[in-house]
C-alpha cells in the first residue's frame, strides 16, 4: 500500500471559534510569511523531486483562505511544482464564508483545486456570533455565488448541532436552509467540547447550556431522514453526499491508508509509524530551519494497533467492512478473531451482517462508541491471532 494523500495544515484564523481545539493562531502577515517558508521546506525535504503524483491533497486548518493573495499564490506555485496537480483526482481546500472572494477562488481553480469545503455550522447570525464565528448568513449566500461563478462543482458545507441553547426546531430550520443549496457533499457533527476551548471554560463554569441527548439524538434522525430526502446519501457517521461526491480524501482515513501530514500539528499515518508535528509555530519553524522535519512524536504501529484502527475506522463507513477485504489486507479471518464481539454487537442490533459484510444499524450509527470500544485492547490477542489464521 502507497502513501497516496497529503494533508496540509494551514493554522491561521482571522478569528478563533468557542468550539475548536485544531491548531490555530490568529492571522499575522509576517508570522504568516514565515510559516509558507518553513512549510514549503518541509515538504521538499519529504517529497525530494518533482510532479510526483497523489491521488489526493486536502489543504486544512485554521483557515488556509486566511492567507493573503501573494501568500497563496507562493505556496500553490510551489505545490505545483511539487505535485502533478492535473493527475491529483481531489484537491480540497477549506475556507470559511465570507473569507474568499473572486480573485481567491480563481486562484485555486487555476491551480488545480477541484473541492472546496466551507464552515457554515448553523443558518442565524445570533447563534454564529455567540459560537465565535466572524461571518453572517448572508456571507454563506454571497461564497456559494462566488464558488458557483468560478465553476466549482464540488462543494461541501459544514454544520455543527446540539449548539448550547439550540432546539431541535432550530437545527431543522439550519437544516433546511442548508439543504435549499443543493449541494453535492454535507459534513455534519454533534458539538463536542474540546479542552482548551471557551466552551470547555464556560462548561466547567456551569453557564454552557447543551441541549438534552434525547435532542440530540433527535437531529441526527432529523439529519438522516432530511439528508436521505434530498438524495444526499449517507456513507459514513457524519457525511452525506450525491452519488459520486464522496471525500475521496476522507476516504484515505476511514479506509485505514497512508498519508503524509505537513505543517504545525499535523498528523500524519506512514507504513509501520504514525507522526505528529510540534504545534507551536515557533518550534515548529525552528525545527524545520534546523532540520527539514518538524516532528515531535512518533509512533510505532503493531499489527495489533492497525488491526483495531481498521475496525473503528471502517465501520465509520455506511458500507461498513467486508470479510474478504480484511482477509487480503491482514490474511485473517475477521469473523474468526473477533467472533464474540461481531456476535454480541449484531444481538444487540448495533450490527448487521450480509453476505460477508459487517456494518452499523441506524441505532450503531447513534451509538458508534460502544460499538468501536468493542474492538480495542482486546486481551488474549496472539492466541486469537493464531486462531484467525486457520480459516
Known sequence: ????SVYIHIPFCK????????????YMETKADAFI?????????AIPGKRNAFRTIYMGGGTPTALSMSQLQK??????????????EEFTIEINPGDIDKEKAELLKYYGVNRVSFGVQVMDDEMLEKIGRMHRVKDVYSTVDILTEAKFTNISLDLIYALPNQTVAHFEKTLKAALQ????????????????????????????????????????????????KQGVLQYEISNFAKPGYESKHNLTYWNNEYYFG????????????????????????????RTGSA??????????????????LQLRKA?????????RRYGLSLGKLYKNELNQLIQDKLLTYNNGNYALTNRGMLLGDRVFEQFLLMENFPEKLEFARSY
Do not use: W
Not at 500500500?1 to 497516496?4: D, I
Not at 514549503?40 to 525535504?45: G, M
Not at 458500507?319 to 482477509?327: C, D, K, L
Open 75 to 88: 505556496l500553490f506555485q510551489f505545490l505545483n511544482e511539487k505535485f502533478d496537480l492535473t493527475a491529483c
Open 1 to 4: 500500500m502507497q502513501v497516496q
Open 37 to 45: 517558508d518553513a512549510l514549503i521546506k518541509e515538504i521538499d525535504t
Open 15 to 26: 478569528q478563533i471559534c468557542h468550539y475548536c481545539n485544531f491548531v490555530k493562531y490568529y
Open 181 to 228: 443549496f443543493q449541494l453535492p457533499h454535507y459534513s455534519t457533527y454533534a458539538l463536542q467540547i474540546e479542552p482548551k476551548t471557551v466552551f470547555y471554560h464556560k462548561r466547567r463554569k456551569g453557564v454552557l447550556h447543551q441541549p438534552p441527548e434525547d435532542d440530540e439524538v433527535e437531529m441526527y434522525q432529523l439529519l438522516q431522514e432530511n439528508m436521505r
Open 319 to 327: 458500507e461498513g467492512i467486508h470479510e474478504e477485504v480484511f482477509r
Open 262 to 289: 505537513f505543517g504545525a500539528g499535523a498528523h500524519g499515518y506512514l507504513p509501520g509509524k504514525r507522526t505528529a508535528n510540534y504545534k507551536p509555530l515557533g518550534t515548529y519553524m525552528k525545527e524545520i530551519t
Open 295 to 312: 516532528v515531535e512524536y512518533l509512533e510505532k504501529i503493531t499489527l495489533q494497533d492497525r488491526i483495531e484502527e481498521e475496525m473503528f
